[in-house]
C-alpha cells in the first residue's frame, strides 16, 4: 500500500521545479500511507510522487519508479496481484525489468498500451498514475471495485490528484470550499456519494475507470470495467446443483485466497468470528499460512455487540496466534482522528473499532486478509430477505395490507430471534415505493429528523434514490439489490472506511471475497442459492461446512457495530451537550439548531434511540470545526 499525488502544469506554463516542489508537499500528507520510502518523478512540467508502504520487492522497489529509457514514470498504490505473469509476458517481448516489483511492470506495459487496455491487463486492487513525457500525458486508473481511492481536481488547465482529499488541498493551486448540497445525502446514507465529496470541483476517479488529461483536452474519463449483470450475454444463471455451486464457490475463494498471499513481509487476518473472516481464517490455515496471526476487537457490553467468543472458537480450531482488544466508550476521543484520515465526514460508526483493530494488527504484521465483501457477494445482509419480504406484500391485494399492521402488534418482541419490530416496521411501510422503503432500511438519520434538520432539501435523496433503482438490471430482486449495494455502500462506506482506518496505521488489507472471479460466479448464481427466506449466504456456508464449526455456519448476522445508544445516553452524554448541543456548534450554521436538540432529548429521554444518527451530526460537527466552516 502507498500514497500517491501528482500534477500536471506545464499547461499553464508551471515549471517542473515549482511543480515538483507542490508535489512533494502533498506527499507530506500522505506518509502514514507509505512510512518507508518517497519518491517522485517529474519532468516536462509535470511531477507524480509516492510515499511506500514496502510489501513486495522489499531492495529494489522504492520509488521513483520508470521504465527503461526513463520517459514513463509509474506510481501505484495497492497490490497487482498477476505481476509476475505480466512480467514474465514482457521479458519475452524483449524488456529490461530493474525490478522484481509490480510498479515497474505498469511502466513498460504504458509503452505500448492504450490506457484502457492497461488497466484492463491488471488483476489487483490499485490506483495508478503514469506521465509520459513524450506523449505530455497523464493517464490515473482505479481498480474494478474501487478499493483503493482516488481523487482528483482540474481546472485553470491544470490537474491534480492524490490517493486521499488532504493531499488535493495540499497543492496551492487547488481550492478548498464546502459543497453544501451533498448534505441531503450524507445524512441519508452517511457518506458522500461518487464522485461526489463535501469539497466543490473535488471529485473521485469513478472505480472501472481511467481519466486521461492531455495537452489542450478537458480530463476525460474512460470506463474499462463493469460490474458483472446476471443474464447479459456470457452471464447466464448457472444450471447446476447447489452441492456443484458450492464446490466452484471453494475452488474461486481458495485461489483468491492464494493470490493474496504473496508478500515479504508477515502477513495475518481479521477474525470477527462470522462466516466471512472465519472463512477467509480456515482457508489461510489449508493454504499452509504458518504461524497464522489473528485479530480480534469487541465490546464489554450485554446488547449483542461483542463477538469474541466466536473468534476464539475459530482461533483455536485452526490454532492461530490470537490477538484480541476490547474497546470501551472513551475511544470516541478518537473521532477527530477519524475524520482526518476520511478526510470528509463519516456516519459509519464501525470505523471506530476498524481503527483500532488495524492499529493493533499493525504491531504484529505489515498485511491482513479480511472478509469484507462477503455479505455484498453472497448476500450476508438481513435487509435482503426483508426486501424480499416486502415484495411479496406489495402483490397483496390492498385491503389485506392494510389489516397486517394489526396482526403483526401481537407478535411477542421475542419472536424469531427478535424480528418482531423489524417484521413490524416492515408491514407499516408497505405501502410506499420500494425504494423508499428500502431507503429508510439504510438511512443513519431517519427521513422525518432529515426533513426537520434540512427542509424540503432533504427529499432530495429519495427522489434520486427512487430514480435509480428502477435502472438498476437484474434478473431478479435480489440480484439487483446485490447490483446496487456494490455501486453504493460498498464503495462508498465499507472500502474507504477499510481504506483509511488501515492506511491511518500502514496496514495492508486485502479482501478474497471482492476477487473478479469469485464476483462473476456469484453474479451467475440462481438467487436462491444465496438467500432463501430469512437463510442468508446459503451456498457460502455448504461451501464451508467441513472446516467450520456448525456455531459459525448457523449464528445470526452480527455487524461490526459499536453501542452507540448505550454510549451517549451514559457514559458520553455530555460529550454530546458540549459538541452538537452547544449553542456555537457549526452544523447549526446548516441545519436547524432546534431540531438538533429534539434528536438529542429524544435520545437522552430513552424512547427511541438515535445512536448511529448522532454519530452522522457528530463526524459532520468535527469535520465543519477543522475546516473552519
Known amino acids: 500500500m502507498c500514497g500517491i499525488a501528482g500534477a500536471v502544469e506545464s499547461w499553464v506554463g508551471g515549471s517542473t521545479a515549482d511543480t515538483e516542489a507542490s508535489v512533494w508537499r502533498q506527499l507530506a500528507t500522505l506518509t502514514h500511507r507509505g512510512p518507508d520510502a518517497t519518491g517522485v518523478f517529474a519532468g516536462a512540467g509535470a511531477a507524480i510522487g509516492q510515499t511506500r508502504l514496502s510489501i513486495i520487492d522489499l531492495v529494489t522497489g522504492d520509488p521513483p519508479i520508470a521504465n527503461a529509457d526513463g520517459s514513463i514514470g509509474v506510481a501505484l498504490n495497492g497490490e497487482i496481484y498477476n505481476y509476475r505473469q505480466l512480467a514474465d509476458t514482457l521479458r519475452r517481448q524483449g524488456h529490461q525489468l530493474k525490478t522484481t516489483g509490480d510498479t515497474e511492470v505498469l511502466a513498460h506495459l504504458a509503452e505500448e498500451r492504450s490506457p ?8 489487483g486492487m490499485f490506483a495508478f498514475a503514469v506521465w509520459d513525457r513524450g506523449r505530455h500525458r497523464l493517464v490515473l486508473g482505479r481498480d474494478r471495485l474501487g478499493k483503493k481511492p482516488l481523487y482528483y481536481w482540474s481546472g485553470d488547465g491544470c490537474v491534480v490528484f492524490a490517493s486521499e482529499i488532504k493531499g488535493l488541498l ?5 481550492p478548498r470550499r464546502l459543497n453544501v448540497g451533498i448534505l441531503p445525502d450524507y445524512l441519508a446514507v452517511g457518506y458522500a456519494p461518487t464522485p461526489d465529496t463535501f469539497f466543490q470541483d473535488i471529485h473521485s476517479v469513478p472505480p472501472g475507470h481511467v481519466l486521461v488529461a492531455e495537452e489542450g483536452q ?3 474519463l474512460q470506463r474499462y470495467w463493469e460490474p458483472p449483470v446476471a443474464g447479459e450475454p456470457g452471464l447466464n444463471i448457472l444450471d447446476c446443483t447447489m452441492a456443484e455451486a458450492a464446490r466452484r464457490v471453494r475452488a474461486e475463494l481458495t485461489g483468491a485466497v492464494e493470490r493474496r498471499l504473496v508478500a515479504d513481509v508477515p502477513l495475518g487476518a481479521f477474525l470477527s468470528g462470522g462466516i466471512d473472516s472465519s472463512a477467509i481464517v480456515a482457508l489461510m490455515h489449508q493454504a499452509g499460512v504458518a504461524p497464522l496471526s489473528t485479530f480480534t476487537i469487541g465490546f464489554e457490553d450485554q446488547t449483542g455487540f461483542d463477538e469474541r467468543q466466536y473468534a476464539n472458537l475459530v482461533a483455536k480450531r485452526f490454532g492461530t496466534d490470537h490477538t484480541e482488544l476490547v474497546v470501551r466508550p472513551n475511544a470516541t476521543e478518537l473521532v477527530e482522528d477519524l475524520v482526518w484520515h476520511h478526510d470528509q ?11 483500532l ?9 505489515t498485511v491482513a486478509l479480511s472478509g469484507d465483501g462477503g455479505d455484498e457477494v453472497f448476500a450476508g445482509y438481513e435487509r435482503f430477505a426483508a426486501a424480499g419480504l416486502l415484495g411479496w406484500l406489495q402483490q397483496l391485494p390492498g385491503p389485506v395490507r392494510r389489516g397486517l399492521p394489526q396482526g403483526t402488534a401481537m407478535l411477542s418482541p421475542s419472536w424469531f430471534s ?7 416496521r416492515l408491514v407499516a411501510n408497505s405501502d410506499r415505493s420500494f425504494a423508499a422503503t428500502y431507503l429508510s432500511w439504510i438511512s443513519y438519520v431517519p427521513e422525518q429528523w432529515r426533513v426537520a434538520l434540512l427542509g424540503e432539501s432533504a427529499k432530495n435523496t429519495a427522489s434520486r434514490f427512487e430514480a435509480q433503482w428502477p435502472l438498476t438490471p437484474g ?3 435480489l440480484h439487483r439489490l446485490l447490483l446496487l449495494n456494490l455501486t453504493s455502500y460498498l464503495l462508498d462506506d465499507l472500502l474507504p472506511k477499510v481504506d483509511r482506518m488501515s492506511m491511518a496505521h500502514g496496514l495492508e488489507v486485502r479482501c478474497p471475497f471482492l476477487d473478479p472471479a469469485v464476483l462473476e460466479l456469484a453474479t451467475r448464481l440462481p438467487a436462491s442459492f444465496k438467500q432463501r427466506g430469512f437463510a442468508l449466504k446459503r451456498v457460502l456456508k455448504v461451501a464451508m461446512a467441513d472446516l467450520l464449526p456448525p456455531e459459525i455456519l448457523h449464528r445470526r448476522k452480527r455487524g461490526f457495530g459499536v453501542p452507540l445508544d448505550r454510549w451517549f445516553r451514559e457514559d458520553l452524554a455530555g460529550y454530546v451537550a458540549a459538541t452538537l448541543g452547544s449553542p456555537d456548534a457549526s452544523v447549526r450554521q446548516y441545519l436547524a439548531g432546534e431540531a438538533v436538540d429534539d434528536l438529542i432529548a429524544e435520545h437522552q429521554s430513552g424512547r427511541v434511540g438515535h445512536g448511529n444518527a448522532l454519530w452522522t451530526l457528530l463526524t459532520l460537527e468535527i469535520f465543519l470545526r477543522k475546516e473552519g466552516w
Do not use: K, N, W
Not at 427478535?418 to 413490524?424: F, K
Open 218 to 220: 478537458a480530463p476525460r
Open 170 to 174: 495540499a497543492h496551492p493551486r487547488v
Open 116 to 123: 484502457i487496455e492497461l488497466a484492463c491487463d491488471l488483476d
Open 475 to 477: 434478473p431478479s430482486l
Open 357 to 365: 483493530l488495524s492499529q493493533m494488527t499493525r504491531e504484529h504484521v
Open 345 to 355: 465526514p463519516f456516519g459509519d460508526s464501525s470505523a471506530l473499532p476498524t481503527y
Open 418 to 424: 427478535g424480528r418482531a419490530r423489524s417484521l413490524q
